[in-house]
């Protein structure tokens, strides 16, 4: 991994606590509660946002190997495992964001780097190399994490998401999200377990890392 890759992954790690930290705020009724896509509860967005971490994670395992892995069994089957885990407990539902990132973080810091320039596809997409995931589930984290609808948005992005090159259609989605008018923050509102507010480097109590890395 080169200095501008650990980098990225230096940025995604702060984004991903920063998710999981007020996801763990949000109660079984906070979770039913629509977010701010059409159809979908917050829960169907963080249920999502775990599947896509385990489709990454399947994409780097195959560029590991030189091999062409799926990231999902198929489309019928992402869609139904969304609903699924959507319908999850809280605690369960939390533990398995946390947990599919942490997996997805493990194979990213530990892959060699000709495997970073492995063409990997998701779906039908045109095939692209390994290392665009970690853009790509940066800015999956980031804008569903203002798709929630819990009082994040576009002004607590880092410098670094606000201002990097996105290709299409995330780069028109990030710019849909600075329109977006968010509710009170959860924070505010939660009756769960109520913590400081985010600062980078200095973790939450039982935050997803718990130390940033060297």
Aim: proline share 7%.
């Amino acid at each position: 991994m080169d200095a501008a890759q650990r980098e990225l992954t230096d940025e995604l790690d702060t984004a991903t606590q920063r998710l999981i930290d007020e996801a763990r705020l949000m109660t079984g009724p906070d979770l039913r509660a629509p977010s701010l896509l059409p159809g979908w509860s917050r829960a169907h967005v963080l249920a999502h946002l775990a599947r896509d971490a385990d489709a990454m994670r399947s994409l780097l395992i195959g560029a590991r190997a030189g091999q062409d892995r799926p990231a999902y069994a198929s489309p019928q089957t992402r869609n139904s495992d969304i609903g699924t885990w959507a319908a999850a407990g809280a605690t369960e539902l939390v533990d398995d964001l946390a947990s599919s990132a942490m997996a997805l973080r493990t194979i990213a810091r530990q892959l060699p780097e000709a495997a970073w320039r492995y063409q990997v596809q998701v779906l039908d997409s045109p095939r692209f190399p390994a290392s665009q995931l970690l853009t790509r589930r940066l800015a999956e984290v980031e804008l569903h994490h203002c798709d929630l609808g819990i009082g994040y948005s576009h002004h607590n992005w880092s410098a670094m998401f606000a201002t990097m090159e996105l290709g299409e259609p995330l780069r028109s989605q990030r710019a849909e999200r600075l329109g977006y008018r968010q509710p009170e923050s959860v924070r505010a509102t939660s009756m769960a377990r109520k913590v400081p507010p985010y600062r980078p480097s200095q973790p939450l109590p039982g935050s997803w890392i718990g130390r940033r890395p060297a």
